[in-house]
């Protein structure tokens, strides 16, 4: 067995290293400096408490973006020498993030090894390769997101970070290689296991969904389907799960093969980046970003908000997927979401959570079984089965709606359509128009002011109302204004500032918001969402139906004024 010595490493503090909404992103270049990965992956043992780290297990991978692959090395030197016991990695690097939460839950719990972690490599659907983003993120034992508490001490540590350890001497292991690969250090064997990135997550969806149901849909000669990888991870699981595994023909996987930078795309799955899928529309459209953890569901010609996404699942679930045959725990949203899923909660005498945005806040509920369905407006959607968002997860789960719907006209018959279950839930339970503005990489002092300019007018609605008036007479008053705050309802933690709210009476909402998950400038994120009951009225082009709220928000906003921009990057 190949020894291995600890070396200790002088460093000093590194500026910015502070995790956003889903850890930290920044350009590739700026990972690539001289001790920045290294402080950072210190800092986080560092902000663990020692049997998280000693003897622990961890897993390292990510969506296979650029860089990844010596990231990998230096954390596996790095784990070396701060005494883990074992680094488990996916076969060339790659896990998508919902299946690092799979692996953790599934195979770790199982193997007896305590302490697990993981480092998950990716910045989502930021675009990759050298002069792109790079980004990193903790993820705790139930296989979810660093809390707040965590992500604040990393930080911490890494204003004060003074060295950190690793073990130079370690050879790269080959991580395109299936197998275990053992060394001896100051503390005895230490373990690099390279596995299969796919088989533990393909289980776990056997077990959730009827694949026999989905497999009968897909050979039906009336459906067409199609799944846009964006050349992401995503792609090493779709192949295994809609050919393999359901039949469907490969010409159906669109840019599946997994790529440093993505194909020189944007791994985003909107309507903007993810154009191909767009185009050539089938029955079925599905895409995923780069970590595979989001979703973007299509009809023919119809885009489902994913607002509406996850009511729609969540409204279907007891009969459409085994998983939830039981009956639901409860649903959950993040604020800026629309309030389609608070509807179908009060419909179905469900419990009903809003959180902050950041899927970490889900984590709580549903390890205090308290909620089984949650999605964001962000194309995130999932349930309790890990504790990430799950881009695959929520396919299946629409394909298993379709099916369901469809389970006695396949053999050839008009088929229920995407957009039919669509409008029939609308139908039922009133439509929530909604429409999200990006401005992308603004100047973040101008970002800045536009926000604390809306926060100091809510403290006084008279005058709100009188100024939202002089733009449009037709919109209904501002009857509130704040900045949304959050206290856990597990653990009485209080997140503050997670949102600027205008709610009108009608129930209508403005919020706005800074990503937190870009890694250069500011994004400002504008959510504009409107409540229609009438179903004479539910069939509406929606950025039509929300012009005159649109109109009142940039307005109200400045938002030229501040920004200097007279559209945003990206509508959807
Ligand atoms: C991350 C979080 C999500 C969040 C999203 C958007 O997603 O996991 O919970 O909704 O960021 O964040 P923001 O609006 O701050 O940019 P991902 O897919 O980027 O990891």
Same mark, same amino acid.
């Given at each position: ?122 910045? /989502?659907?930021?675009?990759?390769? @050298?002069? +792109? &983003? #790079? =980004? ?5 034992? !139930?296989?979810?997101? $660093? ?104 010409? /159906?996987?669109?840019?599946?093969? @997994?790529? +440093? &930078? #993505? =194909? ?5 799955? !909107?309507?903007?980046? $993810? ?112 504790? +990430?968002?799950? =881009? ?181």
């Amino acid at each position: 067995m190949v020894m291995f010595k600890v070396s200790r490493v002088a460093t000093t503090p590194i500026d910015g290293q502070k995790p956003g909404t889903s850890g930290l992103r920044k350009k590739v270049k700026v990972f690539m400096q001289p001790h920045y990965l290294h402080n950072f992956v210190q800092s986080t043992f560092n902000a663990l408490s020692a049997d998280k780290v000693r003897g622990a297990t961890l897993v390292v991978s990510g969506d296979g973006r650029y860089y990844s692959k010596d990231a990998i090395q230096i954390i596996i030197k790095m784990s070396a020498a701060n005494g883990v016991r074992r680094v488990w990695v996916g076969q060339n690097g790659l896990l998508s993030t919902p299946a690092v939460s799979a692996v953790m839950r599934e195979r770790l719990g199982a193997d007896g090894s305590k302490g697990s972690g993981a480092f998950i490599l990716t910045a /989502s659907h930021n675009p990759g390769g @050298p002069h +792109e &983003d #790079f =980004g990193i993120k903790y993820n705790m034992e !139930n296989g979810g997101p $660093a809390p707040e508490v965590i992500t604040d001490k990393i930080y911490e540590n890494t204003k004060t970070i003074k060295e950190y350890l690793i073990a130079e001497d370690l050879p790269d292991v080959d991580i395109s290689a299936i197998g275990i690969t053992s060394f001896t250090g100051p503390e005895g064997q230490f373990d690099v296991d390279v596995f299969d990135s796919a088989s533990d997550y393909v289980k776990l969806m056997k077990s959730i969904f009827d694949f026999q149901a989905i497999q009968k849909l897909l050979s039906s000669p009336s459906f067409t389907f199609c799944y846009d990888a964006l050349h992401g991870v995503a792609g090493a699981y779709a192949k295994r799960i809609f050919v393999e595994e359901l039949g469907a023909q490969e010409s /159906s996987l669109l840019n599946c093969v @997994p790529k +440093e &930078d #993505f =194909g020189g795309g944007h791994p985003d799955p !909107n309507l903007t980046y $993810a154009k191909e899928l767009v185009g050539e529309p089938p029955e079925f459209g599905a895409a995923a970003d780069g970590d595979a953890d989001r979703n973007m569901i299509l009809g023919k010609r119809f885009f489902v908000t994913p607002s509406d996404s996850v009511a729609i699942i969540a409204a279907n679930a007891v009969k459409a997927i085994p998983y939830f045959s039981d009956g639901l725990k409860g649903v959950a949203r993040s604020m800026p979401t629309s309030a389609a899923l608070d509807v179908v909660a009060q419909h179905l005498n469900l419990k009903f959570f809003e959180v902050p945005t950041g899927w970490k806040f889900f984590g709580n509920l549903m390890d205090a079984g308290m909620c089984s369905v949650c999605g964001e407006e962000s194309f995130g959607t999932g349930s309790d089965h890990i504790r +990430e968002k799950d =881009g695959i997860w929520a396919v299946l789960a629409w394909l298993s709606i379709i099916a369901y719907k469809n389970k006695d006209n396949l053999s050839g018959g008009k088929l229920v359509t995407v957009e039919d279950i669509v409008r029939q839930h609308w139908a039922i339970y009133g439509r929530h128009y909604y429409t999200r503005y990006d401005y992308e990489n603004v100047d973040a002092g101008a970002a800045k002011d536009l926000m604390a300019c809306l926060v100091k007018l809510q403290s006084d609605l008279t005058e709100v109302n009188k100024i939202v008036k002089g733009i449009r007479s037709d919109v209904s008053n501002v009857v509130n204004a704040d900045e949304f705050e959050y206290k856990d309802p597990v653990d009485g933690s209080i997140s503050k500032h997670q949102g600027i709210r205008y709610l009108f009476g009608d129930g209508s909402r403005l919020v706005f918001r800074l990503s937190g998950t870009g890694s250069e400038g500011a994004t400002i994120r504008l959510y504009i969402e409107q409540y229609e009951k009438d179903p004479s009225k539910i069939g509406r082009d929606s950025q039509e139906a929300l012009g005159p709220l649109v109109e009142v928000a940039l307005k109200l906003s400045k938002m030229e004024e501040f920004t200097g921009r007279s559209a945003p990057t990206v509508i959807t």
